[in-house]
Antibody
Framework: EVQLVESGGGLVQPGRSLKLSCAAS????????MAWVRQAPKKGLEWVAT????????YYPDSVKGRFTISRDNAKSSLYLQMNSLKSEDTATYYC????????WGQGVMVTVSS | DVLMTQTPVSLPVSLGGQVSISCRSS???????????LHWYLQKPGQSPQLLIY???NRFSGVPDRFSGSGSGTDFTLKISRVEPEDLGVYYC?????????FGAGTKLELK
């Protein structure tokens, strides 16, 4: 059974950093592109980042480019999202998801950016 | 960025009825590899989104055949027939042809 379990969320002050993790199981992690998708409270879904199988290629929307870094450790079947210079508008539930097409999602982890 | 215009925003339905949700993109979603990366998801209250349809018309494993997707280019439709209580929630379309990937704003399917 495919499982994606996020961790690392919490309350953080504006301008500070936070690192999210996603532990994958039930499939060969190294064979798949992976992604982070977020959802602000009571809002829609927003794609945040994608990483290639080896980690050599990463993709971001302008809203997080230069502040967020997606990475992976295939030996540990783990996905990460390093979030720097956090803003209040980054407050959201963050999901990790397997590509292509996002057939599998984690349960999500809440990040609150507030002073 | 590709704008995904999803309509309607809210969709009242009677159980057993049939509904359609539209998703229109601001540019063609045909990828250079010939595929069209337009997908549909359902998010039930308090849950993560779940994939229903991938690449326009392919039902994901376990999705009932009451759900069907169609369309091409910039115009896509999700149809749900014989609506059941477990179908209620918010439906999203997603294009993953062009970076940045973009979602529609969502359609809330609710009981009349």
């Amino acid at each position: 059974e495919v499982q994606l379990v996020e961790s690392g969320g919490g309350l953080v002050q504006p301008g500070r950093s936070l690192k999210l993790s996603c532990a994958a199981s039930g499939f060969t992690f190294s064979n798949y592109y992976m992604a982070w998708v977020r959802q602000a409270p009571k809002k829609g879904l927003e794609w945040v980042a994608t990483i290639s199988t080896s980690g050599s290629r990463t993709y971001y929307p302008d809203s997080v480019k230069g502040r967020f870094t997606i990475s992976r450790d295939n030996a540990k079947s783990s996905l990460y999202l390093q979030m720097n210079s956090l803003k209040s508008e980054d407050t959201a539930t963050y999901y990790c998801a397997r590509q292509p097409g996002y057939p599998y999602w984690g349960q999500g982890v809440m990040v609150t950016v507030s002073s | 960025d590709v704008l995904m215009t999803q309509t309607p925003v809210s969709l009242p339905v009677s159980l057993g009825g049939q509904v359609s949700i539209s998703c229109r993109s601001s540019q063609s979603l045909v990828h250079s590899d010939g595929n069209t990366y337009l997908h549909w998801y359902l998010q039930k209250p308090g849950q993560s989104p779940q994939l229903l349809i991938y690449r326009v018309s392919n039902r994901f494993s376990g999705v009932p055949d009451r759900f069907s997707g169609s369309g091409s280019g910039t115009d896509f439709t999700l149809k749900i027939s014989r609506v059941e209580p477990e179908d209620l929630g918010v439906y999203y379309c997603l294009q993953s042809t062009h970076f940045p990937y973009t979602f529609g704003a969502g359609t809330k399917l609710e009981l009349k």
